[in-house]
């Protein structure tokens, strides 16, 4: 089991940036890969970003795709979400995810198991 933890959220500018934290517990960190996801107010949680436990494959959402970027350190247990350019549509909570360790990355929020407890990101316009 992982226990996962964000940080770095806050209120922004539109066209400024943020970059958020997720840090995970456990030792194998690296056998998981990582999801983030987002929810606004009304709306459902949606797919942001994944990558796979070793860093070599990353997948967006087009609605982010070429403003934000998922990252991690396997030795600092941690991943990351830099999010440049921000818009006023991107206003939510943002959540890090695990699915079980060896899942493959996936878009589906049932793949996952394991979630933080999100952390506020407000765009103003």
């Known amino acids: 089991q992982v226990q996962l933890v964000e940080s770095g959220g806050g209120l922004v500018q539109a066209g400024g940036s943020l970059r958020l934290s997720c840090a995970a517990s456990?030792?194998?960190?690296?056998?998981?890969?990582m999801g983030w996801f987002r929810q606004a107010p009304g709306k459902e949680r949606e797919f942001v970003a994944d990558i796979s436990g070793g860093g070599g494959s990353t997948d967006y959402a087009d609605s982010v795709k070429g403003r934000f970027t998922i990252s991690r350190d396997n030795a600092k247990n941690t991943v990351y979400l830099q999010m440049n350019n921000l818009k006023p549509e991107d206003t939510a909570v943002y959540y890090c995810?695990?699915?079980?360790?060896?899942?493959?990355?996936?878009?589906?929020?049932?793949?996952?198991?394991?979630w933080g407890q999100g952390t506020q990101v407000t765009v103003s316009s």
């Open positions: 456990g030792r194998t960190f690296r056998l998981y890969t």
């Open positions: 995810a695990a699915p079980t360790p060896l899942k493959p990355p996936a878009r589906e929020l049932a793949q996952y198991n394991y």
